[in-house]
């Protein structure tokens, strides 16, 4: 599975949009890449993936660069609920495994 | 709604004592996983399962077991517990559907202390 880089922690105003980047230079085509957002004393949890094109739902959108070499993850509207830990993980689904690799993540803190 | 339940919140065992970590979930998900999670580690997968009775070996299975007799249930064993295992266990499932697949659901974990 492909490695990700990802900044140690970001800040954000309350309302304000929250865009955390994500660098994966080494995916390759079949791997996909996943977000999950793990809130203090829980479990982590599913946000968004994508494959090539660019992806949203009702708590993120995914945008990921043509080269699929990078992505950011956007909160249109961060509030206080969304500070977490953010995962970026890339990986192969299907098969046997299904396995996911997490980091250290992006502990992004919105500010009120 | 989606539902990954762990049997404790908190445990506080002793050096050598059998523990058992039990993670039921309610979505007829195919896949269950145990992970360990310590500060400046992130999550480590220790056990998988993608079938009742099949299992794999994680990254760090060293000192663990598991069990899944039925298919709601996945059971994570520590036959002798040591205080290295003092740790944050955390349970996911997830659909064998293709699309599915990498959408992992997690309980809220127990935290382990072993004395």
């Known amino acids: 599975d492909a490695k990700t880089t990802q900044p140690t922690s970001m800040d954000c105003a309350e309302g304000r949009a929250a865009n955390l980047p994500c660098n994966h230079s080494?995916?390759?085509?079949?791997?996909?890449v996943y977000w999950y957002r793990q809130i203090h004393s829980q479990g982590p949890q599913y946000i968004i993936h994508g494959l090539k094109n660019n992806e949203t739902n009702e708590m993120a959108s995914l945008i990921i660069t043509e080269d699929r070499k990078s992505s950011t993850l956007i909160l249109p509207h961060a509030t206080l609920r969304d500070t977490a830990v953010y995962y970026c993980?890339?990986?192969?689904?299907?098969?046997?495994?299904?396995?996911?690799?997490f980091g250290t993540g992006t502990l992004l803190a919105v500010q009120p | 709604d989606v539902k990954v339940t762990q049997s404790s919140r908190y445990l506080v065992k002793r050096t050598g004592e059998k523990v058992f970590l039990e993670c039921v979930q309610d979505?007829?998900?195919?896949?269950m996983f145990w992970y360990r999670q310590d500060p400046g580690l992130g999550l480590r997968l220790i056990y998988f399962?993608?079938?009742?009775?099949?299992?794999e070996k994680g990254d760090i299975p060293e000192g663990y077991s598991v069990s899944r007799e039925k298919k709601e249930r996945f059971s994570l064993i520590l036959e002798s517990a040591s205080t290295n295992q003092t740790s944050m266990y955390l349970c996911?499932?997830?659909?064998?559907?293709?699309?599915?697949?990498?959408?992992?659901?997690f309980g809220p974990g127990t935290r382990l202390t072993v004395t």
């Open positions: 979505m007829d998900h195919e896949n």
């Open positions: 080494t995916i390759s085509g079949n791997e996909y």
């Open positions: 996911a499932s997830s659909s064998s559907i293709h699309r599915l697949a990498g959408e992992q659901y």
């Open positions: 993980i890339v990986s192969l689904y299907g098969g046997a495994t299904n396995k996911l690799i």
């Open positions: 399962s993608y079938d009742v009775k099949m299992k």
